[in-house]
C-alpha cells in the first residue's frame, strides 16, 4: 500500500477574515483530510463546519497534540494512520511555526510520508514584511522570558542583534503585552525602531514602526490584542 500524506493546514486567525486569507484550494483540500491532528478538537469541529455547513465532520479522526502530548503517543498515532490523509492544524496560522505541529512534520519524514504545506496567514512572516525591517536577515524568537529581570536582559541583546541589522521577531500573550511594552520603552534606546503588528487580518489590525522616543509620546495600550513585535 502507497504510503499516506501529511497536509500542513493554515486557517484564519479570526472570525471574519477567510475570503482574503485562505486560498479556495486549500479549502477543499479539507475535504479529502481523513485524520486530524489539532490543538483543540472543539474549535477545529467549529472551523470545518465554518468552511462548510454539511461537512461529514463524525467521518474524521481526530488526535489532540498539546503540551501534554508525549512523543510516542504521537508517534504512535501517526504511524496508524500512515497510509491515510493526515492534515496538521494550528489553533490560528500556519501549523509548524510556534506551536507543536513540527513534531508531526518530523515523525512524518521519519515514516517517508509525503508533506504537503500549503499557503494561508502566518502572524510572524505578515508582521515582518509589513514592518519595514530587514526581511533578509531575521530571527523568530518566539515567547521572551517571563521573569522580568531576564526579560530585560534579553531585550538589550535583542537591540543589539537588531543594530547589526538582524531583525529580531518575538511575541507575548495578549494579557502581558503592555508589561512588555513598558520594558521595551524603558530599557531601549529610544532611536531603535520599533513595530508593533496588533490583529494582523481582522477587522481591528493596527500595525506601526516608530522609534522608542516616538512610541513614549504617547503611552501605547495593547491590551488582550494579539501582537507580533519586530525590533
Known sequence: MSKGTVYLIPITMGEYNMETTIPVGVQKIMDEVEVFIVENIKTTRRYLRKINSTYPIDDKEFFVIDKRTSRKELSQFIHIYKDKKIGVMSEAGCPGIADPGADVVEIAHELKLEVRPF???????????ASGKNGQNF???GYLPKDRSERIKTLKNLERLSRNNHSQIFMETPFRNNHLIEDILTHCDNSMKLCIAANITLSNEKIKTKTIGDWKKQTPDYHKDYCIFVL
Not at 119 to 129: D, F, H, K, R, Y
Open 119 to 129: 499557503v494561508g496567514p502566518s502572524s510572524i512572516l505578515l508582521a515582518l514584511i
Open 139 to 141: 530571527t523568530f524568537n
